[in-house]
């Protein structure tokens, strides 16, 4: 290959590796996951740039040294674009070299999967312990690689979404069916084997619940995540309506503020009933997704305020105390995959698809959704029902 050749392949491999880190969220809860699944008390996440491997985040490494590019991990794995396991890396060449293994950190057991982004191998992700472990090989490189395939989709999906404008476009049959072949799929999958190994007697070795949860835990995240997602791309298949009929909203009401048990919401409600016509599963969904926003938003420490009236025609009030939106905000929220520019900033969790599913929620059952905001004073939202 010419030398032109390299450094453009080079170039766009850096490029790509700058994208992959700048839509990385939740990085540290990654590790954990899979130094868990792994059995490992160490991991990390190492990306190319700038000639050479970057750590961008580790766990259980004391001593992080970036190394040439030449000799990291990520083009060990780039070479065969496989997952990895070494059982005793002082006696593999590729590797007896390596700060982590001559060092310190005397790393002997490793696995590395490689991290994809725009078609190139931007990095890896890693596993590694301080003794030789020639037990459960096959198991690790599955896990291993499973987790390294999800992170890239959901980092492919988020740099979608939250770096660049949704094109409208795009054909969203194809949309949904790639998200639902690539990422709804093998959440299923994982989802089962999941349940298969809590439901069997002895199948968890004691001690190692919690692992078992923090993969439960992430799972069932993205499966919010991507269902989320098809509700406002799908269009036609999402119709909102449900099954209205005659219901309390105050009891609806009080059964969202239960379900997201925080303390921080104060309800207030009347004695008596207020009767509205709307379906109440739906309608809890839209109210989730809103008190969720709020505690998500609102300033740390103070109340969310959530309160029913059944005057001049029944209302539910969810207001925050936290900074507020502008005027110009304020007018695009609650559009599929548009945030605010303090969430996309501080890298906050989410979509931008909570506001607009509830709205559609709402509006099906006849009823609408305003929001107000005084910068510094917190957002409120306004359901209204009929």
């Not at 490992?40 to 996440?45: G, N, V």
């Not at 961008?56 to 991990?73: C, E, F, K, N």
């Not at 619940?209 to 995240?221: F, G, K």
Request: proline share 7%.
């Amino acid at each position: 290959m010419a030398l032109s050749a390299l450094a453009a392949s080079a170039e766009a491999r850096g490029l790509a590796a700058d994208r992959y880190r700048t839509a990385l969220t939740e990085v540290p809860e990654l590790l954990q996951l899979v130094a868990d699944a792994c059995q490992a008390p160490m991991a990390a996440l190492k990306l190319v740039g700038g000639g050479s491997a970057q750590f961008t985040a580790t766990l259980g490494i004391r001593t992080v040294v970036d190394v040439p590019q030449s000799m990291s991990l990520c083009d060990v794995v780039a070479a065969t674009d496989d997952t990895m396991v070494v059982t005793d890396a002082s006696q593999d060449p590729r590797l007896a070299g390596h700060p982590l293994v001559r060092g310190a950190q005397h790393v002997r057991f490793l696995g590395a999967a490689p991290l994809h982004h725009e078609g190139q191998i931007v990095g890896a992700l890693c596993v590694f312990a301080g003794t030789p472990r020639r037990r459960n090989t096959e198991a690790t490189i599955r896990l291993l690689s499973g987790i390294a395939r999800r992170v890239d989709a959901e980092t492919g999906l988020r740099h979608l979404l939250t770096s660049t404008p949704f094109p409208a476009a795009v054909d969203q049959d194809e949309v949904v069916s790639a998200i639902s072949h690539e990422i709804r799929t093998p959440l299923a999958s994982i989802r089962g084997n999941l349940e298969l190994l809590t439901d069997s007697p002895g199948a968890i070795a004691p001690g190692y619940e919690r692992r078992i949860d923090a993969i439960t835990r992430n799972a069932d995240r993205l499966c919010r995540t991507v269902d989320n997602l098809l509700r406002a791309v799908d269009q036609q298949a999402y119709a909102p309506v449900g099954q209205p009929h005659l219901i309390d909203v105050s009891a609806v009401v009080s059964d969202a503020v239960a379900a997201l048990g925080d303390s921080r919401v104060h309800l207030a409600v009347p004695t008596g009933p207020v009767w509205a016509t709307a379906d109440p599963r739906l309608l809890e969904v839209a109210l989730g997704q809103l008190l969720t926003n709020a505690l998500c938003f609102g300033e740390p420490g103070t109340p969310v305020e959530v309160a029913v009236a059944p005057h001049p025609q029944p209302v539910i009030t969810i207001r925050d105390h936290g900074p507020g939106l502008p005027q110009g905000e304020l007018a695009v929220l609650g559009v599929p995959f548009v945030r605010g520019a303090d969430a996309v900033r501080d890298q906050m969790p989410g979509l931008g698809l909570g506001l607009a599913i509830s709205r559609r929620i709402v509006e099906a059952q006849g009823g609408a959704l305003h929001l107000a905001s005084t910068p510094g004073e917190g957002v409120t939202a306004r359901i209204l029902l009929t």
